[in-house]
């Protein structure tokens, strides 16, 4: 039987509260809110004891699964529950925990069985770091790296056997946005301009400069990757970049082929601060963190990528269909011979209709491929639904429903364990209801069977994948709200349906026009093709190594501005449908001509 993830990844996201005093250094910058969101960030992901574990921020515990598709939560008292971005890696056969104290000393944790929770503190800590990566190189040595800053660099120390510092930290990673496109901090790599005081005060830290972020070091032959985030995780660019060197404390030399990981387009976006691994069969794979940021900037998921290095050492990932279902292989495989998902997306833009709908939320918002909007019912009444219909009858394998916190502070309770956090409150909910819906599928509109019973399963999955036996012929898939999470609203961010639709492929794009407009951007641009849904712009120095891509819909026009200063750039369109994906041959970007 083949398993199946789509990103975000289907867990049970935990809960937590955030109370903004409205107050940064005694002055008022924001009326002082409340929100109910969930959150789950920075994921730290390793195989150990033949399954895979993973540690995110603020969880109060962790998740593992055998296969990559399915995890499941396991919470525990004996980690620090207020802690963000936790790392784990395999350390003299246990695995070693820590995560960040800003301003604290940073103890760790060690657990050789960690179903059993038996999670010890091995050491109290001896110094503060933030964002830690710990990595045990094949002779033994133990090495720290570190950092979280717009202005501080990302750092590393050797670390001795009780897990303190060997000498001073050597500072390995500074930002040069002058040269590196993709660390500008915004939105498109552009800060938009303020209106509130809140978003005044967050413009003056993108000011600051990138925060740099998320360390993490592979070893691959002789070759050491540190890897790192920026530009910030509320941006839709929010994405991994890495240096190398032939030793775990360099000199480190900047890669071109930064960011590696990098998904500004799609459903759901971000793809920074995250851990790359291997599986049983020697395939790379790469976690990262993925933005909503509406309730709150930390309001986040987690999606895993595959990725691989190629014949010249470049670290990649393929990110073309990131958040579309995704068979987990069962042997080695090549990433880059994925050129076209097993199923397309059905539902973008179809006709919808709900059962009612809150001002300013219409249905039309969970077909819209965009996480940052939702419908929200009318009511917070059981029975709400909310229902697609795809035009004509198609085949249908899979559906991912993506459930949405609308409001919820005006529901939830106050939780009152939790930690201040300077300006912020925050506390995790240990338990609240599970989030449960019923999907029904129709040919007609009129008969309806169930094709996912959420009341028979009892689990709680607020961006739930459901794979069908077979492909169906549908037209109509309804999601009707059984349970939402503190008596809340039902909201569906994503209703997307997934499978073939009857008919052609749309036709290759021409060959696109592509412009260098200046150091770091490339203006992209190119004629539409009858049939397209949307198209996929893949992007990198050579004809033949376009890893990075960035999905576009209703537009013929990209800018690119995540380029390096002095590289070569090739660019190639891909134009798709409910059919398939039609591959554009890439052309070289050529210089913008002066005035």
Known sequence: MTDYYCNPL????????????????????????????????DPSIVRYQGRYFMFV?????FWHSADL?????????????????????????????????????????????????????????????????????????????????AVL??????????????????????????????????ENHVVPEPTTDLERKIAQFSAAGPFLEGAWMTRVGE????????????????????????????????????????????????????????????NWWHAATMRISVNDIFERRVGIFPAG???????????????????????????????????MLLSYKATTSASSAKEGFTSDKATDEDIRTWWAAGSSGEGEWIAVDLGEEMRVSALQINLADENLASSAPENTD????????????????????????????????????GAAEGRDRPHALIVLDAATPLRHVRVIGLQVPFSGTFAVSGLRVFGRAPGERPSAVDAPRAVRAEGRTA???????????????????????????????????????????????????DAFNGSGVSRGEPVRAVAAEVE
């Open 153 to 186: 660099p990302i750092y590393g120390v050797e670390l001795d056997d009780q897990l303190r510092p060997i000498g001073d930290p050597a500072e390995l990673i500074h930002a040069d946005v002058e040269t590196r496109g993709w660390e500008r901090p915004g």
């Open 223 to 282: 070759r050491y990757y540190l890897q790192y985030a920026g530009p910030g995780t509320q941006w839709n660019t929010y994405a991994d970049g890495y240096f190398v060197s032939d030793s775990p404390l360099g000199p480190f030399t900047y890669s071109d082929e930064s960011p590696f990981s990098y998904k500004p387009g799609g459903f759901i976006t971000g793809a920074g601060h995250g851990s790359t691994f291997e599986d049983e069969h020697g």
């Open 57 to 61: 921020s603020m969880s109060r515990g």
């Open 10 to 41: 289907d867990l049970e996201y935990r809960y937590q509260e955030t109370r903004f005093s409205g107050m940064v250094q005694g002055m008022q910058i924001a009326p002082a809110r409340r929100s109910v969101h969930r959150e789950a960030a």
């Open 523 to 573: 203006v992209v641009e190119w004629d539409g093709v009858a049939g397209a849904l949307g198209y996929n712009v893949r992007f990198g120095s050579r004809a033949d190594k376009l890893y990075r891509s960035w999905m576009v819909y209703g537009s013929t026009r990209l800018d690119i501005p995540a380029l390096n200063a002095g590289t070569d750039v090739w660019v190639a369109v």
């Open 69 to 149: 598709a399915s995890w499941t939560y396991q919470p525990t008292e004996k980690l620090p529950a207020y802690d963000y971005a936790p790392d784990v890696r395999v350390v003299n056969g246990s695995l070693l925990i820590s995560a960040s104290r800003k301003g604290k000393e940073c103890p760790f944790f060690r657990s050789d069985n960690p179903l059993s929770d038996d999670f010890i503190e091995v050491s109290p800590g001896s110094f503060a770091f933030w964002d830690p990566a710990v990595f045990q190189d094949d002779d033994g040595r133990v090495f720290l790296y570190w950092g979280c800053d």
């Open 418 to 453: 939790g930690a201040d956090m300077g300006h912020t409150w925050r506390s995790i909910y240990s338990e609240h209801d599970a989030a449960l819906i019923r999907i029904e599928g129709s040919v007609d509109g009129e008969t309806w069977d169930v094709l996912h019973d």
């Open 309 to 343: 290095f190629d014949d010249d050492g470049v670290l990649y990932c393929n990110q073309e269909f990131a958040d579309y279902p995704t068979a987990v292989p069962r042997t080695t495989v090549d990433p880059r011979d994925v050129t076209e998902p097993e199923w």
